[in-house]
Each structure stands twice: as structure tokens, then as C-alpha cells.
């Protein structure tokens, strides 16, 4: 079965910048739109960015924008979400899915799944 692995997550102070990464098991992603979305503590999961895929467009939530680039490595079949800048705010379990409906921004229109990976920002 197909499947996505993030990781990257981790610890870090407001400012700092993270790399995330998502693996894909099957040669299949190399052609789907991918994002990233993430879910805080009771709250619900939340678009963050996705990429076309050709790689070359993208699409952002505001609050990301300007701060946040997602990437994807086609040879490697992997996709980055680099996340500089980062605030307390954007602590949340960050996970990645195909995109199967291309500008949408509600996770039904995303599957399969990651597991997710933490991110921590500190004050």
C-alpha cells in the first residue's frame, strides 16, 4: 500500500527554521499534487500549503505565506515544507497527503495520509 512518511518535526525557538520532509513509498506521487496541513491541540486539521504536480505551482494559506515554501524533489519522490520565521503559533502535528483536487484547501479533497510529525515552536 502506498504510503507518505513525514518527518523533520522537532523543538525549536520562535525565529527558528525547520525543514520538513515527506517520503513517498510509491512512484505514483511523482504525478500528484501534494500539500501540507497541520493540526494544533483541539483544534481542527488545517491547510497550510500544496504544489502542483509539475512542481511548478503552489498555493498558501495567509498565515504561511511569506513564511513557509513548499518544494518537491520529483527524482527523490519527496516533498518539503521549509518553514522559516517560524512562531508559536504554528506548533501543530504537520502532516502531508496527495492532493487530488487542485486549489482546494479542505482536507476531504486529500488522501492518503502521513502520520504526522511535531512541530514545537517555543516563545
Known amino acids: 500500500q502506498a504510503q507518505l512518511v513525514e518527518s523533520g518535526g522537532g523543538l525549536v525557538r520562535a525565529g527558528d527554521s525547520l525543514r520538513l520532509s515527506c517520503a513517498a513509498s510509491a512512484s505514483t506521487f511523482r504525478t500528484y499534487a501534494m500539500g501540507w496541513f497541520r493540526q494544533a491541540p483541539g483544534k481542527e486539521r488545517e491547510f497550510a500549503a500544496a504544489i502542483s504536480g509539475s512542481g511548478i505551482s503552489t498555493y498558501y494559506t495567509d498565515s504561511v505565506k511569506g513564511r513557509f515554501t513548499i518544494s518537491r524533489d520529483k527524482a527523490k519522490n519527496i516533498v518539503y515544507l521549509q518553514m522559516n520565521s517560524l512562531k508559536p503559533e504554528d506548533s501543530a502535528v504537520y502532516f502531508c497527503?496527495?492532493?487530488?483536487?487542485?486549489?482546494?484547501?479542505?482536507?476531504?479533497?486529500?488522501?492518503?495520509w502521513g502520520q504526522g510529525t511535531q512541530v514545537t515552536v517555543s516563545a
Open positions: 497527503a496527495a492532493n487530488r483536487k487542485w486549489l482546494s484547501r479542505n482536507e476531504v479533497d486529500f488522501r492518503p
